[in-house]
């Protein structure tokens, strides 16, 4: 099957604790994305990578950190300076003609 | 940022009714493309539209641009209760990024 999956499906995190949610892809895409929705939102984007070893910050990165050391991996941290992490948080993966491939959310939680 | 905004925020109509969306955008795009997310789950990509095509069909979905009003619109037609859903319009962001508006939910009734 291919497809792109991310893990856990939720996820609590405690004060001043770093989280990392998990996205894999076997649908060899060279481009991965992190996107943060809140309640009755669009999608923000937090990071993307267009290849391995590179990626760049989106319109909210603060309080984040990404790597893509493999091009089927493209693991998200949020960090203790995230005051605001619970969210619904999305990884997608570039197919062609910029359509966009999504996995199945991670919700974070703040204890 | 934003670049599209659906209208309505929401919509609510009975089975068997077409339900109309709208999307308007500020900067010239050379696509547009519209996606389904179902209550807690990932996008998925329905349909993408060229600048230089005025409609589009897919099944029961149907899609209009035009690029003077920078304004597309989808319309799903016999809808069901699993057309229940957000629906979001997305244009180009620049270098491989997309930009999506903040959604129209959509709800059918029995």
């Known amino acids: 099957d291919g497809g792109i999956t991310q893990s856990p499906k939720y996820l609590f995190r405690k004060e001043g604790q770093n989280v990392t949610l998990s996205c894999e892809q076997n649908?060899?895409?060279?481009?991965m994305y992190w996107y943060r929705q809140d309640p009755g939102q669009g999608l923000r984007l937090i990071y993307y990578?267009?290849?391995?070893?590179?990626?760049q910050k989106g319109d909210i990165a603060e309080g984040y950190s990404v790597s893509r050391e493999k091009k089927e991996s493209f693991p998200l941290t949020v960090t203790s300076a995230q005051k605001n992490p619970t969210a619904f948080y999305l990884c997608?993966?570039?197919?062609?003609?910029?359509?966009?491939?999504f996995g199945p959310g991670t919700r974070l939680l703040v204890l | 940022s934003q670049q599209g905004e659906e209208d309505p925020q929401a919509l609510s109509i009975q089975e068997g009714e077409n339900a109309t969306m709208n999307c308007s955008y500020k900067t010239s795009i050379n696509n547009l493309q519209w996606y389904r997310q179902n209550s807690g789950r990932g996008l998925v990509h329905l349909i993408l539209i060229r600048s230089n095509e005025r409609e589009k069909h897919s099944g029961r979905l149907r899609v209009t641009l035009d690029t003077s009003k920078k304004s597309s619109s989808l319309l799903i037609t016999a809808s069901r209760a699993a057309d229940t859903a957000s629906y979001f319009c997305?244009?180009?962001?620049?270098?491989?990024?997309?930009?999506f508006g903040t959604g129209t939910q959509l709800k059918v009734e029995l």
């Open positions: 649908l060899n895409h060279d481009a």
């Open positions: 997305a244009t180009p962001g620049g270098g491989n990024k997309l930009t």
């Open positions: 990578s267009q290849i391995v070893n590179d990626f």
């Open positions: 997608a993966s570039g197919g062609p003609q910029e359509t966009q491939y």
